[in-house]
């Protein structure tokens, strides 16, 4: 059984799943861990559409919209500006 590209392609892109969740878990900084969850959230919409499920492709797009904004707004109405 060889590999095509599209495989190569699936692949890369649960490696950086896997890298962009322990990214987020690690990572100290609240606006840094929010745009590595929003790269997240995207590349989870690709994989679905990769998997024929555009419903869930749509879904995850619009949440992963939603929360990350939401997050952001929270972060930066709560954090000090140092001025």
Known sequence: MELTLVD???MAMLFILIVASLTVYFIRD???AVIVYGVFSFIMAVV???MNTP??????????IATTVLMMLVIFRT????E
């Open 8 to 10: 190569y392609g699936n």
């Open 30 to 32: 609240l606006l840094h």
């Open 48 to 50: 679905w559409l990769q």
């Open 55 to 64: 419903d869930l492709a749509i879904t995850e797009a619009a949440a992963g």
């Open 79 to 82: 954090s000090r500006r140092e």
